[in-house]
């Protein structure tokens, strides 16, 4: 399908939403919250504080209502309730993908093209990104580049999460829950006012899901799929009144995972005459009697995660003077079996890695940010803003493969390697009011980051260093045809970073000098969008359609060194050009004042033009044209259906169905593995009272069992292609229990 054609297909419903438009009658905004009405949404995307329906790019927000109903808990669980957002795993649950509006990362282990904020502070995408939500207030994901603002990895978009801030009067709320295979969970927090200037709060979690979802049938223990968090937080608001104002926050979490449901399944058809040229066609199926691993005594994923933020104002005449300060500090430690090809020793056949692959990685992340900014008033029809922005990471890791059942962590010698990065940057953005409905607003960065490896190479210690350098624009143009309907467009430019292949486990053989780097990749996004309300604000709809130039894409390729070397390695090559031509929506309804309906739609066809991946080398597979790329599905959309009802004086219950729906993904470009279409429901239902609610939930009622992602790998023994299958979560209910005070 051509990009004409895709943007034709979506253009329409902009159209009828259009025609259907007429001017309302001027409301304030306090107005959107009355009975029967959408409740407003505040948002932080372009570093201010305003309502979703005034932002003139597209937004999601999920609300504290959505994140406490929902159970919301991680990146993976905001993707299950936002259209255009992803969230898939790759050869390990440290492998993260997720994407927005299709650009992903097809190469194991490489950065994002989304970023991970905490109250607008970075997070090392290092770090695992799977944030353990301890006291959120709101998830904003912000679509499309968002580098003129955010700055560095935010290539197709953003997700910041906004802390919850302490309440000036003392009161709080715990929480317990207990569901199927042993899952409990406690949490709570508490609001402590010193006085009218000074309040803390302080919250906490406690969760254990030792059993998991499933069994490792080479042993027969529980334990696949397994995790426990222990969180706490304790935050700081001062604000005295006069022109300074401050808000602080340290949390600490420690987390433990561990072997996750993963299985290979063989290729099953031959696409070429070589003996390597087999591949498995069609969709993969899950099935957890495969699961099996030779893990059951290794450490799995151990993450210890410190931040500290503080963000200070100072609100004068001419504007607000902003800082905003982050420290990360994560320590991590990776030991799995990464074959997930468990055979008994008893059936071990002989050969080099005796059927079994073990990854170790023990990794300590430390990251800095500061920026400082100026903000004009918003009440003057020129506003603007200026800021700078300093950023710096380090990472030391040490890693080894351990091939075999009988040698341990502690039987080898770990390689070590290091990682420092520096950015820094300069932004402005001006905004003005040619009429009363007409605005117009420009964003600009100029951006630097270096970054430098030290590795070993060829058996000796080796420094790799390079520089990027960026001018990030973003221009948006909004038309009021009321108070309540706004038409926009935007154009912005992204970057994502580039890096170096010394990714430790990468390989058995040496690449040459000439694959040791790879270049940043490049993105400018054209958007079309609507921001509009309608039946007495009773309705909200917003939409847009979108059109992404995405150049060097980073991918995956596979070195194979000439004879008599033996083994593979996998790096990061820049592959050239790809596009998205899209379009997405976003509906909230609230028919009466009892029924509330969401609905969320993104068609986002991530394609690479006439790229040949190296492990299709030779086979006859038509590559021709644009191709699907891996980890990144064409539709993804969600339903919530919410009936609330007063039952006797005092309370009132409440029934929700959620429906998430992602259509298949590719293993690779090839188009030949895939993981299936995939729609989960989930259902809870309620009851709320001025002190208590009683929660009965229960996750993916109808039991669906696609595959979350499919990876291609080796046979441990045969080195023939198998491929690594996610299998999702089964179903699972539970209870939650919440005392208000």
């Not at 390695?569 to 031509?581: E, H, K």
């Not at 809870?684 to 609610?693: C, D, M």
Request: contains cysteine; aromatic residues 10%; glycine residues 8%.
């Amino acid at each position: 399908m051509t990009t004409r054609k895709r943007i034709q297909l979506v253009v329409p419903a902009i159209g009828l939403a259009l025609a259907a438009s007429a001017p309302a009658v001027a409301q304030t905004p306090a107005d959107r919250a009355s009975a029967g009405r959408i409740d407003e949404v505040v948002v932080t995307a372009r570093k201010r504080e305003e309502s979703l329906q005034d932002v003139p790019i597209s937004v999601s927000a999920l609300t504290l209502q959505q994140i406490e109903r929902q159970g919301i808990s991680n990146l993976a669980d905001v993707a299950r309730f936002t259209p255009a957002l992803t969230w898939s795993e790759g050869q390990t649950p440290w492998d993260s993908k997720p994407a927005i509006r299709g650009q992903t990362s097809p190469r194991a282990a490489s950065e994002p093209a989304v970023s991970i904020f905490v109250d607008g502070n970075l997070v090392p995408w290092r770090s695992g990104l799977n944030l353990n939500n301890i006291a959120i207030e709101r998830i904003e994901v912000v679509k499309g580049p968002q580098s003129a603002m955010f700055g560095r990895g935010v290539l197709s978009g953003a997700v910041n999460y906004v802390t919850r801030r302490p309440g000036d009067e003392f009161g709080g709320w715990v929480e317990a829950g207990v569901g199927q295979r042993g899952r409990t969970e406690f949490s709570g927090w508490l609001d402590l006012p010193v006085n009218d200037e000074l309040a803390f709060g302080v919250s906490g979690r406690w969760m254990d899901f030792s059993d998991g979802y499933y069994r490792n049938t080479l042993t027969g223990r529980d334990g696949i799929g397994a995790e426990k968090t222990r969180a706490g937080a304790v935050s700081m608001s001062y604000d005295p009144g006069g022109i300074f104002q401050a808000y602080a926050r340290a949390s600490f979490s420690t987390q433990e995972q561990g072997q996750p449901a993963y299985h290979t399944v063989p290729s099953n058809t031959q696409i070429g005459p070589a003996p390597n040229q087999i591949w498995f066609v069609g969709k993969l199926p899950t099935d957890a009697n495969l699961i099996a691993n030779n893990c059951d005594e290794c450490a799995g994923i151990e993450r210890d995660v410190t931040w500290v933020t503080a963000n200070l104002d100072w609100s004068l005449d001419a504007g607000t003077i902003s800082s905003l300060t982050g420290y990360n500090r994560t320590k991590g430690y990776f030991d799995q079996d990464v074959d997930h090809q468990g055979l008994s020793e008893a059936n071990l056949p002989v050969g080099f890695l005796q059927n079994n692959l073990r990854q170790v990685i023990d990794r300590d992340i430390k990251n800095l940010s500061q920026e400082v900014r100026f903000t004009s008033q918003q009440d003057n029809p020129i506003r603007w803003l200026a800021g700078l922005y300093y950023y710096e990471e380090r990472m030391d890791e040490a890693g080894a493969s351990i091939t075999g059942t009988v040698l341990t962590p502690a039987d080898v010698t770990l390689t070590p390697q290091s990682y420092d990065i520096t950015a820094y940057a300069a932004f402005a953005a001006v905004e003005w009011d040619w009429t009363e409905q007409l605005t117009a607003g420009l964003e600009l960065r100029r951006a630097r980051e270096k970054a430098d490896v030290d590795f070993i190479f060829g058996g000796l210690p080796r420094t790799l260093e390079d520089t990027w350098d960026a001018w990030l624009p973003r221009a948006t143009l909004d038309y009021r045809l009321s108070d309540d309907v706004m038409l926009y467009l935007a154009a912005a430019k992204g970057t994502k970073p580039g890096g170096f292949n010394t990714a430790l486990g990468a390989g058995a053989a040496q690449l040459p000098e000439n694959l040791l780097s790879f270049d940043e990749e490049r993105a400018w996004s054209y958007e079309l969008g609507i921001k509009s309300q309608w039946l007495d604000r009773s309705l909200t709809l917003n939409a847009a359609i979108y059109y992404i130039d995405w150049k060097s894409v980073q991918v995956n390729a596979q070195f194979i060194p000439p004879p008599p070397a033996v083994g593979t390695t996998g790096y990061t090559a820049n592959a050239g050009s790809a596009d998205v031509a899209g379009g997405e929506f976003d509906l909230s309804w609230r028919p009466l004042d009892a029924l509330e309906l969401r609905l969320g739609y993104a068609y986002s066809p991530a394609r690479i033009d006439a790229f040949v991946e190296t492990r299709l080398a030779g086979a006859p597979v038509d590559l021709s044209g644009d191709r699907r790329l891996p980890y990144s599905s064409d539709h993804t959309g969600n339903l919530s259906v919410i009936y609330t009802q007063e039952l006797a004086a005092g309370w009132s219950g409440f029934v929700q169905t959620d429906v998430q729906y992602r259509s298949t993904q590719y293993a690779t470009i090839a188009e030949l593995a895939e993981t299936g279409a995939r729609t989960a429901v989930d259902l809870r239902l309620g009851v709320i009272g001025e002190a208590w609610e009683a929660t009965v939930f229960v996750n993916n009622l109808f039991n669906d069992d696609t595959a979350l992602s499919v990876t291609p790998f080796v046979n441990a023994q045969t080195f023939a292609r198998n491929f690594i299958v996610h299998v999702p979560p089964q179903r699972l209910w539970g209870l939650r229990l919440r005392y208000n005070f």
